[in-house]
Antibody, heavy 123, light 106 residues
Framework: EVQLVQSGAEVKRPGESLMISCEGSGYSSDTYWINWVRQMPGKGLEWMGRINPRDSYTDYSPSFEGHVTISADKSISTTYLQWTSLKAPDTAMYYC????????????????WGQGTMVTVSS | EIVMTQSPATLSVSPGERATLSCRASQFISSNLAWYQQKPGQAPRLLIYGASTRATGIPARFSGSGFGTDFTLTISSLQSDDFAVYYCQECNSWPLVFGGGTKVEI
């Protein structure tokens, strides 16, 4: 079974750093791009960026570039989303997601989702 | 960046009724559109890709249509399990953009 499993909920203070993770299983880890999506409380979905685990090439939404860093360790099939200095507006649920579909659907269509990691930033 | 606009924001329907959700792109995206369902406390679930192809395991009461800039998701006969928020998403160009969502409620 193809699945993405994310790290647990985090509570941080403004200014702190944080790295959350997303571990893939059931597929070849360097074959599929991993994407990150933000959902602020009560709001919609926002695509943040993606990484190709094969070569760690990244692509960010302009809204998030410079604010977060996406990285990967293909040896352990894990992708990371990192902040160096959290702010209160970073409070959100973060999902990792990928296009798998057995190869049937176009890149950018997300059929596999992690369970989400809730990040709360509060003083 | 493409802007995706969904309407209505909230749709009130009764079980057994037909629901029609709209999604409009600010520029031409061919058939590069997906629809997702999200229930409270859950990750989104892919329903439709390529504007009209149902994803694996999605019931036939869900159908998608449209091309270019205007798209529709139709739920032919709403069941209690279908009350949720629905998002469209363009996958035509990067950065990918989601619509703001339509909440389908009783």
């Amino acid at each position: 079974e193809v699945q993405l499993v994310q790290s647990g909920a985090e509570v941080k203070r403004p200014g702190e750093s944080l790295m959350i993770s997303c571990e893939g299983s059931g597929y070849s880890s360097d074959t599929y791009w991993i994407n990150w999506v933000r959902q602020m409380p009560g709001k919609g979905l926002e695509w943040m960026g993606r990484i190709n685990p094969r070569d760690s090439y990244t692509d960010y939404s302009p809204s998030f570039e410079g604010h977060v860093t996406i990285s990967a360790d293909k040896s352990i099939s894990t992708t990371y989303l990192q902040w160096t200095s959290l702010k209160a507006p970073d409070t959100a649920m973060y999902y990792c997601t990928m296009t798998h579909c057995g190869g049937a659907c176009p890149l950018g269509t997300f059929d596999i989702w992690g369970q989400g990691t809730m990040v709360t930033v509060s003083s | 960046e493409i802007v995706m606009t969904q309407s209505p924001a909230t749709l009130s329907v009764s079980p057994g009724e037909r629901a029609t959700l709209s999604c409009r792109a600010s520029q031409f995206i061919s058939s590069n559109l997906a629809w997702y369902q999200q229930k409270p406390g859950q990750a989104p679930r892919l329903l439709i890709y390529g504007a009209s192809t149902r994803a694996t395991g999605i019931p036939a009461r869900f159908s998608g249509s449209g091309f270019g800039t205007d798209f529709t998701l139709t739920i032919s006969s709403l069941q209690s399990d279908d009350f949720a928020v629905y998002y469209c998403q363009e996958c035509n160009s990067w950065p990918l953009v989601f619509g703001g969502g339509t909440k389908v409620e009783i």
